[in-house]
T-cell receptor, first 115, second 116 residues
Framework: AQKVTQAQTEISVVEKEDVTLDCVYE???????LFWYKQPPSGELVFLIR??????QNEISGRYSWNFQKSTSSFNFTITASQVVDSAVYFC????????????FGKGTKLTVNP | GAVVSQHPSRVICKSGTSVKIECRSL??????MFWYRQFPKQSLMLMAT?????????EQGVEKDKFLINHASLTLSTLTVTSAHPEDSSFYIC????????????FGPGTRLTVT
């Protein structure tokens, strides 16, 4: 069965600090997809990244970066030089390949960036 | 980018009544739509998967007679909460998969249901 664990329930940092959000997943499939979503207080989910299981390259997008390590079943998300606008709940999610496309979400990490 | 809308964004209803929530893909055809439920400060839980023109597939523990899902066209899916009770109060989010793309789901803005 699929499972996504986000052990950090809440994180609080001061603006300009770097912060890493952890995500550990479990799946028996060899083909799967990993996602990160941001949910601001408004509630709407904002897609951040999708990564397939065959691509272990790290990715950087502006202040955001992702570290995918199959050896430890982790897909961690780092925000560099955090800003107040980064305050939100961040969800890591897993979808198995083969067309099911069902997303299993972690419990989320609430990030608060203080000025 | 692909846009998914939900209507209404907020709804308050009395216990025992039924509420219909619409999910529309505005600029693409959605062969598959998903309905999620999110309780306050909790994660999203998949309720059901609906494919256009066929019956929805419900996740374990979700009452299909209580949460009626209809996916009558490639751009519209509806979720009807029948005989709503206060414990049904939640944030309901739909997502739609673009039939042309691989595994990309686009989420709607959500509907906050309050049952009094």
């Amino acid at each position: 069965a699929q499972k996504v664990t986000q052990a950090q329930t809440e994180i609080s940092v001061v603006e300009k600090e770097d912060v890493t959000l952890d995500c550990v997943y479990e799946t028996r499939d060899t083909t799967y997809y990993l996602f990160w979503y941001k949910q601001p207080p408004s509630g709407e989910l904002v897609f951040l990244i999708r990564r397939n299981s065959f691509d272990e390259q790290n990715e950087i997008s502006g202040r955001y970066s992702w570290n995918f390590q199959k050896s430890t079943s982790s897909f961690n998300f780092t925000i560099t030089a955090s800003q107040v606008v980064d305050s939100a709940v961040y969800f890591c999610a897993l979808s198995e390949g083969g067309g099911s496309e069902k997303l299993v979400f972690g419990k989320g990490t609430k990030l608060t960036v203080n000025p | 980018g692909a846009v998914v809308s939900q209507h209404p964004s907020r709804v308050i209803c009395k216990s025992g009544t039924s509420v219909k929530i619409e999910c529309r893909s505005l600029d693409f055809q959605a062969t598959t739509m998903f309905w999620y439920r999110q309780f306050p400060k909790q994660s999203l839980m998949l309720m059901a998967t609906s494919n256009e023109g066929s019956k929805a597939t419900y996740e374990q523990g979700v009452e299909k007679d209580k949460f009626l899902i209809n996916h009558a066209s490639l751009t519209l899916s509806t979720l009807t909460v029948t005989s709503a009770h206060p414990e049904d109060s939640s944030f309901y989010i739909c997502s739609a998969r673009d039939g042309r793309g691989p595994y990309e789901q686009y989420f709607g803005p959500g509907t906050r249901l309050t049952v009094t």
